[in-house]
């Protein structure tokens, strides 16, 4: 148990739908990082977010955006779905403190687009 | 960012040392290497990181040479729980990019 926690488990969209994913950091943690992971492969970087700022952005397009709460819980919006968008959804959360820091994965919202 | 290659995949019998090799040529001075595992639909866990010589916890050991350009972890004595994809990853010094590769997929065999 890494104490981080997203919400829902599973979602089920169809293209052209917008779609809200939350996650809830670790306490402490003031840094929280999403990823996709499509089936078979590794998790990809989408964004990472410092004290309720974007800090650092991975190959994705507009369409997917972040917000960071005061309380340091999170979410991923993703506007006009597509197919491709089938994907393990993870969040992460660390302390950022100007070195490597471990980040703690929660179990990740599985959504599929049809 | 450092580009990371590691084998697909490998196999092993329970109580087996296991050690995937990951190479990460282009590595920065101020990179740490990071190694985590993850089971089919959890999050990636961090197992151990590293920036040079060798680490040890209770879970692996991390062997890094001095030119950096590699890493090995090494799995002692792997039970049937150890399956998994490991992953290694070359860290900015900010953390805020984490590029992870296809991971390796460890196979434990009775």
């Known amino acids: 148990e890494t104490g981080v926690t997203q919400s829902p488990t599973h979602l089920i969209k169809t293209r052209g739908q917008q779609v809200t994913l939350r996650c809830s950091s670790q306490s402490g943690h003031n840094t929280v990082s999403w990823y996709q992971q499509a089936l078979g492969q590794g998790p990809q970087f989408i964004f990472q977010y410092y004290r309720e700022e974007e800090n650092g952005r991975g190959n994705f397009p507009p369409r997917f955006s972040g917000l960071q709460f005061p309380n340091y819980s999170s979410e991923l919006n993703v506007n006009a779905l597509e197919l491709d968008d089938s994907a393990l959804y993870l969040c992460?959360?660390?302390?950022?403190?100007?070195?490597?820091?471990?980040?703690?994965f929660g179990p990740g919202t599985r959504l599929l687009v049809l | 960012l450092a580009k990371t290659t590691q084998p697909i995949s490998m196999d092993s019998y329970e109580g087996q040392e296991v050690n995937i090799t990951c190479s990460h040529n282009?590595?920065?001075?101020?990179?740490?290497i990071t190694w985590y595992q993850q089971f089919p639909s959890q999050g990636p866990r961090f197992i151990i990181q590293?920036?040079?010589t060798k680490v040890t916890n209770e879970v692996a050991s991390l062997f890094i040479p001095a030119d950096r350009k590699s890493s090995t972890l090494s799995l002692p004595r792997v039970s049937l729980s150890d399956t998994a994809v490991y992953y290694c990853l070359v860290l900015p010094h900010n953390n805020n990019d984490m590029r992870f590769g296809a991971g390796t997929r460890l196979t434990v065999k009775p």
């Open positions: 590293g920036y040079k």
């Open positions: 992460a959360s660390s302390i950022t403190s100007g070195r490597s820091e471990t980040q703690y």
């Open positions: 282009n590595i920065a001075t101020n990179d740490y």
